[in-house]
């Protein structure tokens, strides 16, 4: 299966509504609109900002990657999935609230 139809399964499994065609799409659920980029189909990082981005890798692209993300540190939030075989894994996700006690 390619990697964008591996990503096209993840996001509906995880209860979004999926559009467009292509290595780039969208993901919707509730209020939230994720763009997903699939790294092997685009090769290259969105520009837009105030978004959120969820990009979808194999494990051998992850680290250069998320290296590349944190040296660009673009203006959106940022996540990045790792799809190896039928198995996938987050393996950067978006900081999230932060909690005082």
């Known amino acids: 299966m390619r990697l964008v139809e591996q990503a096209r399964s993840i996001f509906a499994e995880l209860g979004y509504t999926v559009e467009g065609n292509g290595p780039k799409f969208r993901a919707e659920?509730?209020?939230k609109v994720v763009h997903v980029s699939t790294v092997l189909e685009t090769g290259e990082l969105p520009t837009e900002s105030g978004q959120f981005h969820c990009f979808v890798a194999q494990p051998e692209d992850a680290d250069s990657l998320e290296h590349k993300l944190q040296s660009v540190n673009p203006a959106y939030e940022w996540a990045i999935i790792v799809v190896d075989g039928d198995d996938y894994q987050v393996e950067r996700a978006p900081p999230?609230?932060?909690?005082?006690?």
């Open 29 to 31: 659920r509730d209020w």
């Open 96 to 101: 999230g609230p932060r909690v005082s006690a």
